[in-house]
Structures are given as structure tokens and as C-alpha cells.
């Protein structure tokens, strides 16, 4: 029974912020690598952070320096802080998660929430 709950998304501003939260059910997420994909109106699928069993980070070029992504393990939630948010961050935002960081990279990841999405608009 495993679930990935994905919350946080709406309608901001260009240069707001928005916090969104995946929690997790039936895993451990400190004993996986953890990831945020996203897809937009007429793009491709793509990988805008993760997060290793170890801690470490890695993020997209388009999102480096403005998003963070982080875990609280009491919660077993993954979150990503998005500031200075532009109107192509406008997606449909997915929590995926793997026990293999290459499979997450690919984006087949064992397991995936059911998306939340966030409007970047003037």
C-alpha cells in the first residue's frame, strides 16, 4: 500500500513562492531517492529535483537556484520550495520515488503521487 500524496500547488505570481508536499505511505522516504518531475502544457515530462537516501541534491538547470528540494523524515514528507517562480514553471508537479537513483533519474520510479498542479501567472 504504498502512496504519494502531493499537495501545495495553486496559482502564483511570477516571482512568488510555493511550498509543495509529498507524503508518503508504505515506504520510508529517507530510504529512498525521492524525486520531483513535471510536465506543462506541451512539454515533455522532466526531472526538476531529487534527493538521494544519503541527502544528496541535484536539480534541473531551468530550477537551480530557485527551487529546493528537502525531506523531513519525522513527517516521511518530501518537499520542494519553488521562489521566484516563472510563468514556465507552470506544470503539473509529481512526487516519484525509487530505490534505485538511476531508475528515478529515468523516470521510471517504482512509485508515483498523482500530481499537483501550479499556475505561474500575471
Known amino acids: 500500500q504504498v502512496q504519494l500524496v502531493e499537495s501545495g500547488g495553486g496559482l502564483a505570481q511570477p516571482g512568488g513562492s510555493l511550498r509543495l508536499s509529498c507524503v508518503a505511505s508504505?515506504?520510508?522516504?529517507?530510504?529512498?531517492?525521492m524525486g520531483w518531475y513535471r510536465q506543462g502544457p506541451g512539454n515533455q515530462r522532466e526531472l526538476v529535483a531529487d534527493?538521494?537516501?544519503?541527502?544528496?541534491?541535484a536539480y534541473a538547470g531551468s530550477v537551480k537556484g530557485r527551487f529546493t528540494i528537502s525531506r523531513d523524515n519525522a513527517k516521511n514528507t518530501v518537499y520542494l520550495q519553488m521562489n521566484s517562480l516563472k510563468p514556465e514553471d507552470t506544470a503539473v508537479y509529481y512526487c516519484?520515488?525509487?530505490?534505485?537513483?538511476?531508475?528515478?533519474?529515468?523516470?521510471?520510479?517504482?512509485?508515483w503521487g498523482q500530481g499537483t498542479q501550479v499556475a505561474v501567472s500575471s
Open positions: 516519484a520515488a525509487d530505490t534505485s537513483t538511476r531508475a528515478l533519474l529515468a523516470g521510471t520510479g517504482d512509485y
Open positions: 508504505g515506504i520510508v522516504v529517507s530510504s529512498y531517492t
Open positions: 534527493i538521494t537516501s544519503s541527502g544528496s541534491t
